[in-house]
């Protein structure tokens, strides 16, 4: 029989949306950043101010909404859990692994049945779980410059002391251009996946539900 | 500037110290101005104006100036400083007991008043260090009367009360230090680690910020507070770019394309030819160059960035805003690189797709399928 099961909690589908949201404002407000193209008339206006100021808010939203994240990682449910991130710690874990990767690569016909992340997926998103945080600590030590004896700089002057701040900068553009790679790899596969697999992936990151056949499992 | 009568009350320098300065031939109206303009400098309430002018009185600080793989960039703008007064009240309270560029004696003469010099005044005198140290192959590179650089640096170091360096290259290697650094260039601080030393980088270091330092040391006995990499607060400590005149076009979004183009001509903001005022930290802004006439960006050049660590490597290519990807062709930018990434995956995925489309028996579930009429 089939089931219906709650597999996305509240918090977990909330925080996908929003770093969704802060990603792409910041990645826009980012490329203008990095190449002003857009130029504001003679008359002035205050163009780049806002923008940046756009990316620094959304800056903070992003922290904030991954702080809850991670917080959830340890409060959540077992699918939400940092557990569900490494799929190697299992046997069982390994062979779906292969398994789903083999379907990816056309080397099998088989899709690892999984009710939450399926393996590969999961792993990838513990990449993007490391390069957010990347962009997160670096770009607060690139904002911490405007004042250089204040608190954000003397929380981030580590990272200073190990890359310069011209590093810095280019790996903040690498990792967005890395991060829109993932956007087309994400929103790809969830498709893919929601036609071969039949159980709702992509309503699930809305409602937070899909249909399992235990029998399956 | 009109000439109003000065009033020594204003900023409570003492007559008796004026009077003085004016037998030597400094007028009251000009030695004001220096201690005003040192306290200013220094981020001193005018306050410590007359702490400082008392601190210059019958001081006579012995100073030994010494070069190693230097272009003596920081000797000039030291000593053509184009305001005569301030040379001559600097020169009067130190004693410059060795400087290439600028003493009559030479060759074993020289040498020998140098090592007296440190003889004399061990423990007491100040060294200022121009040029990077190359370390390479024992030091060969740069000898001075047959002696390395590296030798005759770290005995000057170690018998000084204190090390001030001039310029990028004595703070942290500059250009002979930048990559594929050929002689193992360093600077001061990397040479004797530990030592009591303020770092002065720039190219070349602001004459203000030398004098500046030289009268801190005099008027309070120690070297002025510095950053985390051993460069004075009150000189370092705020960005170029937070305090450039030009930051108002960069907030309105107005930027000169080209250096013949109409935003360059009114004065808009330098980020898209380079400039690298966010990323540097200097108070050209505030003080400028050659007595506060002007600095790069107000003459319409961009920052490079020449107080930062390395900036031959970091702060390079000059004319745009980011580092060469490394592994990459000139011509390539970050952004052109991500973008090709970007459209790589894009074009993988769909064809990923595609074929995942005319792909048979995959699909999970089948048994529950129920086609609809
Ligand atoms: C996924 C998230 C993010 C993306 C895609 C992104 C993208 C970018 C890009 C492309 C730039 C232009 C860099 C340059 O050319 O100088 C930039 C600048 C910057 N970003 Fe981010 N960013 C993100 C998150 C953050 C966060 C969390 C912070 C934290 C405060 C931050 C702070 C900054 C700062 C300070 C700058 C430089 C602004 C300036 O110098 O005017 N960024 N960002
Ligand atoms: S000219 Fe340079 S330092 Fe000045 S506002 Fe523009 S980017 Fe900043």
């Known amino acids: 029989m089939l089931e219906i099961r709650y597999v996305w909690e509240i918090p977990v589908r909330v925080t996908h949306w929003v770093n969704a949201l802060a990603i792409v404002v910041l990645s826009i407000t980012g490329t203008f950043i990095g190449f002003p193209y857009l130029i504001a008339g003679v008359d002035g206006g205050f163009a780049m101010g806002w923008i940046r100021f756009i990316h620094f808010v959304a800056a903070y939203v992003l922290t904030a909404s991954m702080l809850v994240r991670i917080y959830w990682m340890f409060a959540g449910n077992h699918h939400a859990s940092w557990r569900a991130f490494i799929p190697w710690r299992t046997t069982e874990g390994r062979r779906n692994f292969s398994k789903m990767l083999r379907y990816y690569t056309f080397t099998g016909k088989q899709i690892s049945y999984e009710v939450g992340h399926n393996p590969v997926a999961a792993v990838a998103y513990a990449g993007v779980f490391v390069l957010i945080i990347i962009q997160i600590v670096g770009g607060f030590a690139l904002y911490a410059q405007y004042n250089p004896d204040g608190m954000m700089a003397a929380w981030t002057a580590w990272i200073l002391t190990l890359i310069d701040s011209q590093w810095l900068r280019l790996i903040h553009h690498a990792i967005m251009w890395l991060l829109a790679g993932f956007f087309i790899n994400h929103v790809y596969s969830a498709a893919l996946m929601d036609i071969k697999e039949r159980n709702g992936t992509l309503s699930s990151i809305f409602s937070g539900y899909r249909f399992i056949e235990p029998k399956d499992l | ?373």
Not at chain 2, 183 to 191: E, F, I, M, Q, Y
Not at chain 2, 255 to 277: I, N, P, T, V, W
Not at chain 2, 314 to 326: A, D, G, H, N, W
């Open chain 2, 1 to 373: 500037m009109k000439n109003e009568p000065v009033r020594s009350e204003a900023v409570g320098i003492s007559e008796e110290i004026l009077r003085k300065w004016e037998a030597k031939g400094v007028s009251r109206r000009d030695f004001i101005k220096f201690c005003t303009t040192m306290t200013a400098t220094l981020a001193l309430p005018l306050t410590f104006a007359p702490k400082i002018a008392a601190a210059l009185e019958d001081k006579r600080l012995p100073v030994i100036w010494v070069e190693y793989q230097s272009c003596s960039g920081d000797s000039e703008a030291f000593l053509r400083a184009n305001q005569p007064t301030a040379a001559e009240i600097i020169l009067d309270i130190i004693s410059l007991e060795y400087a290439e560029v600028v003493m009559a004696a030479a060759g074993h003469q020289a040498e020998k008043s140098k090592w007296d010099a440190m003889e004399k005044y061990k423990g007491k005198y100040l060294l200022i260090v121009e040029g990077s140290i190359p370390t390479g192959e024992g030091g060969v590179y740069c000898t001075v009367g047959g002696e390395s650089a590296v030798e005759s640096a770290k005995k000057l170091i170690k018998n000084a009360a204190a090390t001030i360096t001039v310029g990028t290259c004595a703070s942290y290697g500059g250009l002979p230090a930048a990559a594929p650094n050929p002689t193992t260039a360093v600077g001061v601080r990397d040479l004797v680690p530990g030592a009591t030393i303020v770092n002065l980088p720039g190219c070349p270091v602001n004459a203000d910020n030398l004098t500046a330092t030289l009268v801190h040391f005099l008027t309070f006995g120690k070297l002025p507070a510095v950053d985390a990499i051993g460069r004075p607060k009150f000189a370092y400590g705020k960005r170029i770019h937070d305090n450039c005149e030009r930051r108002a076009h960069f907030d309105a979004g107005q930027y000169a394309e080209s250096f013949d183009d109409a935003g360059h001509r009114q004065g808009h903001c330098l980020y898209k030819l380079g400039c690298k005022g966010p990323e540097a930290f200097h108070n050209c802004p505030t003080i400028r160059y050659n007595e506060g006439l002007s600095w790069p960006v107000m003459a319409g050049h961009g920052c490079i960035g020449c107080a930062s660590p390395g900036f031959w490597d970091t702060m390079s290519p000059f004319y745009r805003r980011l580092p060469q990807v490394p592994g990459f062709g000139v011509e390539a930018t970050a952004d052109k690189i991500g973008l090709g990434l970007v459209g790589a995956t894009a074009a993988a995925f769909a064809v990923h797709g595609v074929a995942s489309a005319f792909r048979k028996g995959d699909a999970m579930e089948s048994d529950k399928v129920k086609v609809e009429e």
